[in-house]
């Protein structure tokens, strides 16, 4: 694994590292991921001309077509938690663009459904085609053992980040994050 030496590290608090990486080293590394992915998908906005719920949207719709699912734009609402108004004029935004159309529902006469252009598709594909293969590169680069680490890993911090904090669940009558996180293996 690539890493910084110890003292680059921005968690100065801690106590330096050896020749391993530290939890506070791949902390940081994770931050540098996530800021790297932000960054991305700042250049990728900017070069398709899209806000981030523009791109979300998109995202989500070229997802569902691959699994041959339609998508209303109640969907796309539930989705991006965002209002009804809110989705008809980012539907209205992506259709003006060509990168959405609407289409008539296959079974429900009142409805239409929102699906990405072949365009829209291509221009995802040239876009982020690189980057994806590289990161395929490098998840294809590990050994199983080291698969179920990463595994192990990221589902444990996502269901780190997505536990409430003690006082929120208080409220809510729910569980604090001072129980453990359950680690589950996602495919």
């Known amino acids: ?65 691959r699994h041959g699912k339609v998508v209303v734009q109640k969907d796309l609402g539930e989705r991006l ?21 609407r289409r008539p529902h296959p079974t429900d006469r009142r409805a239409s459904i929102i699906a990405p252009t072949v365009e829209s598709d291509r221009e995802v594909r040239e876009t982020l085609g690189v980057m994806h293969q590289r990161m395929i590169a490098v998840v294809d680069s590990l050994s199983t053992e080291e698969l179920d680490g990463v595994a192990k890993f990221l589902s444990g911090m996502v269901g780190s980040v997505e536990a409430p904090a003690p006082h929120d669940a208080q409220k809510a009558g729910g569980v604090t ?7 589950v293996h996602r495919s």
């Open 1 to 65: 694994m690539a890493q910084k030496p110890a003292e680059d590290s921005s968690g100065y608090w801690y106590p330096t590292g050896g020749q391993h990486a530290t939890s506070v080293d791949v902390l940081n590394l994770l931050r540098e991921y996530r800021e790297a992915e932000a960054k991305m998908r700042a250049r990728t906005r900017s070069s398709m001309r899209m806000n981030e719920n523009d791109l979300l949207a998109l995202r989500f719709l070229l997802q569902q077509q």
């Open 81 to 101: 938690n965002i209002s009804s108004a809110s989705v008809t004029g980012l539907v209205d935004r992506l259709v003006k663009s060509g990168h959405v159309e």
């Open 177 to 183: 994050d001072t129980e453990p996180v359950k680690v």
